[in-house]
């Protein structure tokens, strides 16, 4: 599916009204929701991809020692109860100054000058960004079959446009749990298509090393929320609303509106 960001504000919020009708965002805080994050990670990386082996992990639960320095995020489909996307953010280690971020033991980084200006206090990954294909597919399918039956319903049609949004529903669950932890810059690595998707809409990671083969081919990135905020305000400030819960995570850029937008950019 190629996605193109709507370029009316209205047209924005709409989408993501629906997406709010069809999915829910869930903080995986009890051991229960963690445990459903690792059952969709495994999902995703062991049978659905073979980024890792699943006689690995016995109990069909993948997790590593970073889940314990780690924010999970769920993405439930109301209708079917399934968990349909996750994504964790790995918090800075303050009481162990040699911790390293998975991008810091995989990827080589040459990009000093950039790092030289981040305080790791207010450093975290992005990491285990990942939707489930098997189930988005089983979600179109099982809504086609209804549709089938009663052809006054256009839920699938109207489902489908929020698919996407899937994915930056996941960057704003990253965002608020950034805003609670004093976090100010990410660490992600992430694949060309990511990266392409992502900028469309305004979030311009900065490759930092060249490309290493962890979990797929992907680039070791940085980016500071501020800038990426700013970036996407200008682009579309109906996103930007969706990302800082209609600016109530921080204050709305001074130069952008809700009255007047200009999303041609």
């Not at 990426?228 to 921080?250: C, Q």
């Amino acid at each position: 599916m190629v996605f193109i960001p709507p370029r009316d504000y209205q047209l924005t919020i709409n989408i993501f009204n629906a997406f709010n009708k069809y999915f829910e965002i869930i903080p995986a805080i009890t051991d229960n929701l963690r445990n459903e994050a690792y059952k969709l990670r495994y999902l995703v990386y062991c049978v659905e991809n073979t980024f890792e082996r699943p006689e690995h992990y016995p109990d069909c639960m993948e997790f590593d020692k970073h889940d314990q320095q780690s924010i999970q995020y769920l993405i439930l489909h109301r209708k079917s109860g399934d968990f349909v996307a996750t994504v964790r953010l790995i918090l800075p280690d303050t009481n162990n100054p040699d911790y390293l971020l998975p991008l810091e033991q995989h990827c080589e980084i040459d990009h000093i000058p950039l790092l030289q200006q981040i305080d790791r206090k207010h450093l975290a990954e992005v990491s285990r960004f990942c939707i489930s294909k098997s189930l988005r597919r089983r979600i179109e399918a099982d809504n086609s079959r209804q549709n089938l039956t009663d052809p006054k319903i256009n839920s699938t049609r109207d489902e489908k446009k929020t698919f996407p949004f899937i994915t930056i529903a996941l960057i704003a669950c990253i965002i608020k749990a950034s805003h609670e932890n004093n976090i100010e810059h990410w660490f992600a690595v992430m694949d060309t298509s990511l990266i392409r998707f992502l900028s469309k809409i305004g979030i311009n990671f900065i490759k930092i090393g060249p490309m290493v083969d962890y979990h797929g081919l992907r680039w070791p990135t940085a980016i500071k929320i501020t800038d990426l905020l700013d970036s996407v305000a200008e682009k579309n400030i109906g996103i930007w609303e969706f990302l800082t819960s209609k600016g109530g995570l921080l204050e709305t850029p001074t130069s952008i509106t809700t009255k007047s937008v200009d999303t041609d950019t």
